[in-house]
Every structure is written in structure tokens, then in C-alpha cells.
């Protein structure tokens, strides 16, 4: 027969073997307990909410679309001529393009421009309303013009002259260029330089220092 003492160790013994049996159980089956007991835990207990896929492509799609976009008007704006971009950029200067004349021997300023793709000598003339083309280099660069063309008169330190009036596609001078410019056709043997008139010149920025002049656009 045991003695009390060793059965009340039996009973403590006994109980520690059946509270570890339990929480092993427990363990083992934790979620189906908590769902039993209504103490399952979802992601959106913890604020979490489960992303709809669909909607994540098209953020994903949306935000490569604009990474995109933006890497065009990069590329692009690096691509575009300087003369060519926005005025408002602060880069870019008012005028773009110059040249420079400077005064000759005579007291005047002599340039070689392309006249409709036509080279010819021209003398800078501030006082001339129009470019004034001599019959012979109009006829160099093209225009057939006939005795009843000179139908316009003007007053001129000889007294009056006459010309037939024309317009050119286009008068450049080095990087300066202005299209659609009013012209004058003098008379044969009437005007031995053409004249470099308002017509062109004051499409331009104009600045004279000293012999020099700038032509700006």
C-alpha cells in the first residue's frame, strides 16, 4: 500500500500529463477553434485589404504609360532645332540667328546674298522702301520682265523712274533669311546695284556700331 506521499505525486504528475495533452491539442487545432469560436483573424482585421488584380495592372499599366510619355517629350525636345523651340523657354534668346556686315571703303555696306537661290551683290540701303533689283540681276535670278510692266513711278535724286514691281520667295543673308519679299525691277541700264530695302531690312533687328552692323533675327 502507497503511502500519501507518493500518491499525491501520482495525482500531480497525472495532471501535468493531461494539461500538456490539451495544449497540444489546442495547438494542433488552433484555426479550427477559432473559427468555431468566431476569432479567426482576416487581413483586413489588421488593415489589410486584398488588392483587386485587375485594377493593379492597369495603376502599373496607367504609371508606365506616363514614364513613357515623358521619356518621349524628353528625347524630343532634345531632338528640336534651337531656332525652333518655345520663345518662352529661358534659354532660349529673342533673336536667334545673325550676321554681320561691315562698312566698305565707300561708306557703305556691301553683302553677297541669295536671292531666290541666286547669289548677287547687294548694297544695304535704309532709305529704300523696297529691295530695288536691277533689270540685270532680276533677269540673272529669273523674272522675265516686259516693257509694259514698268507701269510703277518713283521719285528718286535723278527724278523720276519707273519699275515693275515683283515679290521673291526668299532673301538670305549668311543665317538671316526672310520669304515673300516685296521687290522693285528697275529699268534696263537705270540702277547698277541692286538695293538691299526695308522691305527686308525691316523684318530684321538692325544694330549699327561704328563700320558694323548686325542684322538679327
Known amino acids: 500500500m502507497m503511502s500519501s506521499g507518493v500518491q499525491n505525486l501520482l495525482k500531480s504528475a497525472g495532471s501535468w500529463v493531461i494539461g500538456l495533452g490539451v495544449i497540444a491539442v489546442v495547438l494542433v487545432n488552433q484555426d479550427a477553434i477559432r473559427t468555431e469560436l468566431g476569432l479567426r483573424l482576416s487581413p483586413e482585421d489588421f488593415g489589410v485589404v486584398a488588392r483587386d488584380s485587375d485594377a493593379y495592372e492597369r495603376e502599373r499599366a496607367a504609371i508606365e504609360d506616363q514614364q513613357r510619355e515623358a521619356a518621349l517629350e524628353q528625347r ?74 514698268f507701269r510703277y513711278v518713283s521719285n528718286t535724286a535723278n527724278g523720276q523712274a519707273r519699275f515693275a514691281r515683283v515679290v521673291l520667295d526668299e532673301v538670305r543673308i549668311g543665317n538671316v533669311s526672310v520669304r515673300n519679299v516685296e521687290a522693285a525691277v528697275s529699268q534696263p541700264g537705270r540702277l547698277g546695284t541692286t538695293l538691299l530695302g526695308m522691305s527686308f531690312l525691316g523684318k530684321l533687328r538692325m544694330e549699327m556700331t561704328g563700320g558694323r552692323l548686325v542684322l538679327e533675327q
Open 76 to 149: 524630343r525636345l532634345q531632338r528640336q532645332p534651337a531656332g525652333r523651340r518655345s520663345a518662352n523657354r529661358p534659354e532660349d534668346p529673342l533673336f536667334k540667328t545673325s550676321v554681320e556686315l561691315y562698312r566698305g571703303s565707300g561708306g557703305h555696306f556691301h553683302a553677297d546674298a541669295a536671292v531666290n537661290g541666286r547669289t548677287i551683290s547687294v548694297l544695304v540701303d535704309t532709305g529704300a522702301t523696297l529691295v530695288a533689283l536691277s533689270y540685270e540681276d532680276a533677269t540673272s535670278i529669273g523674272f522675265s520682265v516686259r516693257p509694259e510692266d
